[in-house]
C-alpha cells in the first residue's frame, strides 16, 4: 500500500482520531526552506530582507529562538523531521543523496505523514524530496496521498549528475532563462516525471499553487501539507515578477518571493475560516551556505553556517502559528528540535505513536501552547554532515570534540585526538570563547555521555532502503 508523508510549512489543529470528513482535527501544514539562515527573516533580525507575511505568522504566533535541525546538510536533516530519528538511527546520515544513489529513507520508518494518514488525513508533499528518487523511496511510499515536487536538490541534474554548469552564480541570475536552458533538474508528479528539466523560476509558486488547491479540497477534512521549498539552495531564480536583476539581490528576491508564497497560502487559510483548526510551522533544514556570499544567507548571530557542527549549521529560525491555540507574540528560548515533531503531532491529535520503532523525539507541544507540565530537552547530539558524532549540549553548555578537518573524512589519515570546544551558549551564542581549559571536569563528562549516546544509537540504528543489485 502506498503511504503518505509530511514536512516543511506545518499547518496544526488539535483532533481526536476520527474518519476523514470529519474535521474536528487539528491541520497541519510544515514549511521547509532549504538553506535558509538563521538572520533571514525580519521577525528574526534581518534587516535588508523584507518578510511581512511570516513576521505576521511570528506576531500571531510563537518564534523558537533555539529550534534545532538534526544535520547540516539537507537529506539527513529531512529524514529526521519527517521520522523524530536522529538520522544515524535509521540509517539517512552518510551525507546527500545524488542522481546516482541507490539507497533512501526506508518505508518501513513510521512518518509524520504515515501516522496522520492513519488517523483519517489527507496528506501531501509539494516541494523538494531528497529522501530518495526511486519509486519504493518517494513521498507516496512514505505516507503521502499526492506528491509533486523535485527528487534531490535544484544543482542536481537527471540522470546522473553530469553536464553541470561552469558558470558563476551571478551570471545564472543574470540570465534566469538558465533555469531551463543549463539545468536538467526533473519535476516529479508522484512516480512520474512530468517536466525536464523543470522551470526552477516557477517552482516556488507552482508549489504552493497545488498546497492551496489541496487546501480548497479537502478544507471539510483533516489535512497535513508539507512543503519543502527548492530555494533558496543555489542556483537562484524567481518568476519574472519578483525579479531584481542586480545579483547583489539575488538571495533577497528569494526570501522575499517565498514570503509572498506564504502571503498566498495563509490568505487561503484565513478565507476558508480554518485558522482555528491550524497549526503552521516555518523553518528551514539548514542553516546558510555562507561560501556563496550574495546567493547564500546570513546566520545572524551566530558562528557559520551549512556543512558545519556550530550553531550557525544547526540552529535555524522556526515560527509556530495555531490562534487560539499558541499565545501571540511570544518567544520560546528553550531547545526544540525538528525530531520533536513527530511526537509534538502525536501528542496534538491525542494519538499514541508505534511502539515497535524507537525515535529520538519528544513531546514538546506545552513548548508550542505555552502551557506548564512536560517535559524540556535537556540534551541535543550534534553530528557532522558524515554521520560522525561531534558534539553534545546539555542545558547552557555545549561541547564540540573537532578533529580536523583536512583529516576527517580522508582514507588511511592517522587518527587524530579531537580538539575540544566548550561553550557557554547562554552568554556566547557566537562561540567565539573556548571554556575547555577552564572546566576540564565537565568537558570529559560531556565528552563520555556523548560517546554513550551515540553508542546506543548506533547498537540499535536501523537500515535504510538500498536498491538491490
Not at 502559528?321 to 511570544?330: D, L, S
Request: aromatic share 8%.
Amino acid at each position: 500500500m502506498l503511504r503518505n508523508s509530511c514536512a516543511v510549512l506545518l499547518l496544526w489543529t488539535v483532533c481526536s482520531p476520527l474518519g476523514r470528513g470529519e474535521s474536528t482535527k487539528p491541520n497541519f501544514v510544515i514549511i521547509f526552506a532549504d538553506d535558509q539562515g538563521y538572520g533571514d527573516l525580519g521577525c528574526f533580525g534581518s534587516t535588508t530582507i523584507r518578510t511581512p507575511n511570516i513576521d505576521r505568522l511570528a506576531e500571531e504566533g510563537r518564534r523558537f529562538t533555539n529550534f534545532m535541525v538534526a544535520s547540516p546538510v539537507c537529506t539527513p536533516s529531512r529524514a529526521a523531521l519527517l521520522t523524530g530519528c536522529y538520522p544515524k538511527r535509521i540509517g539517512m546520515h552518510q551525507h546527500v543523496l545524488f542522481p546516482a544513489s541507490t539507497r533512501g529513507l526506508n518505508p518501513a520508518e513510521h512518518t509524520i505523514a504515515d501516522h496522520l494518514r492513519s488517523l483519517g488525513y489527507a496528506t501531501a508533499c509539494f516541494g523538494k524530496w531528497h529522501l530518495g528518487h526511486h519509486p519504493e523511496t518517494l513521498p507516496r511510499q512514505n505516507g503521502f496521498d499526492t506528491y509533486l515536487g523535485i527528487p534531490y536538490s535544484n544543482d542536481m541534474n537527471h540522470p546522473d549528475n553530469k553536464g553541470k554548469p561552469r558558470i558563476p552564480s551571478d551570471d545564472l541570475w543574470r540570465d534566469q532563462s538558465s533555469a531551463v536552458t543549463k539545468w536538467n533538474t526533473p519535476l516529479i508528479e508522484n512516480e512520474m516525471i512530468v517536466e525536464l528539466p523543470v522551470d526552477q523560476r516557477t517552482v516556488t509558486r507552482r508549489y504552493t499553487d497545488r498546497a492551496i488547491d489541496f487546501i480548497e479540497q479537502h478544507k471539510q477534512e483533516s489535512f497535513f501539507v508539507y512543503l519543502p521549498h527548492s530555494m533558496p539552495h543555489i542556483p537562484l531564480y524567481v518568476p519574472e515578477d519578483a525579479y531584481d536583476p542586480d545579483p547583489a539581490n539575488a538571495y533577497i528576491c528569494v526570501i522575499e518571493h517565498i514570503d509572498a508564497e506564504v502571503g498566498r497560502l495563509m490568505e487561503t487559510i484565513r478565507r476558508l475560516n480554518l485558522s482555528d483548526n491550524t497549526y503552521v510551522i516555518y523553518t528551514s533544514d539548514n542553516g546558510p551556505w555562507l561560501q556563496f556570499k550574495n546567493h547564500g544567507g546570513s546566520a545572524g548571530p551566530l558562528r557559520e553556517g551549512k556543512g558545519t557542527t556550530f550553531e550557525g549549521g544547526q540552529r535555524v529560525p522556526c515560527v509556530m502559528w495555531g490562534p487560539g491555540r499558541i499565545p501571540a507574540g511570544t518567544e520560546c528560548s528553550d531547545v526544540v528540535a525538528t525530531i520533536d515533531m513527530l511526537p509534538t503531532i502525536a501528542a496534538l491529535t491525542s494519538s499514541t505513536l508505534p511502539t515497535d520503532q524507537r525515535i529520538d523525539g519528544m513531546d514538546m507541544s506545552h513548548k508550542l501552547l505555552g502551557t506548564d507540565g512536560g517535559s524540556n530537552r535537556d540534551e541535543y547530539l550534534y553530528y557532522t554532515s558524515r554521520g560522525q558524532i561531534e558534539g553534545i549540549r546539555q542545558g547552557k553548555w555545549k561541547l564540540l570534540a573537532r578533529t580536523n578537518g583536512r583529516n576527517r573524512n580522508r582514507k588511511n589519515a592517522q587518527p587524530a585526538s579531537p580538539a575540544m570546544h566548550l561553550f557557554d551558549l547562554s552568554t556566547d551564542v557566537g562561540e567565539k570563547k573556548n571554556l575547555g581549559q577552564d572546566h576540564t571536569d565537565l568537558v570529559s563528562r560531556l565528552n563520555a555521555r556523548m560517546k554513550e549516546l551515540d553508542a546506543e544509537i548506533t547498537e540499535n540504528a536501523r537500515k535504510a532502503w538500498f536498491k538491490n543489485p
